[in-house]
């Protein structure tokens, strides 16, 4: 393993090999660090947050007998946004109006249909 911290960087996801300590990313091979959303793009509940956890826990696992690499941080990364899309579009998200970046990155809000 590198002693370079391995990352991934999407728009709504980061990964690090690192822990956390005192605000500082401290190199940890045996760790990988999740931030979801560092932008606030979107209003979070305790229960979407755990499934975003829960699927970052399940594709960590699925690569255990795999060498890591920036390659497959990509892909977990690339996956937990598609993942979020998903919660975003199911409804289970909403964007926050109040953010820094308003962009919709996801794709337009959800609106009801005036009949």
Same mark, same amino acid.
């Given at each position: 393993?590198?002693?370079?911290? !391995?990352?991934?960087?999407?728009?709504?996801?980061? =990964?690090?090999?690192?822990?956390?300590?005192?605000? *500082? /990313?401290?190199?940890?091979?045996?760790?990988?660090?999740?931030?979801?959303?560092? *932008?606030?793009? &979107? &209003?979070?509940? *305790?229960?979407? =947050?755990?499934?975003?956890?829960?699927? &970052?826990?399940?594709?960590?696992?699925?690569?255990?007998?795999?060498?890591?690499?920036?390659?497959? /941080?990509?892909? =977990?990364?690339?996956? !937990?946004? *598609? &993942? =979020?899309?998903?919660?975003?579009?199911?409804?289970? /998200?909403?964007?926050?109006?109040?953010?820094?970046?308003?962009?919709?990155?996801?794709? !337009?809000?959800?609106?009801?249909? !005036? /009949?």
């Amino acid at each position: 393993m590198s002693d370079t911290i !391995l990352k991934c960087t999407t728009r709504h996801v980061r =990964i690090f090999t690192a822990v956390v300590e005192n605000n *500082d /990313l401290i190199l940890d091979n045996e760790h990988l660090t999740l931030d979801i959303d560092p *932008d606030n793009e &979107f &209003f979070w509940g *305790d229960q979407s =947050i755990k499934k975003v956890q829960d699927y &970052f826990c399940e594709l960590v696992e699925s690569q255990a007998d795999n060498e890591l690499s920036d390659y497959s /941080l990509r892909k =977990i990364g690339s996956l !937990l946004e *598609d &993942f =979020i899309r998903k919660l975003l579009k199911d409804g289970e /998200l909403s964007y926050n109006p109040n953010s820094r970046v308003m962009n919709y990155s996801m794709g !337009l809000p959800r609106t009801q249909e !005036l /009949l």
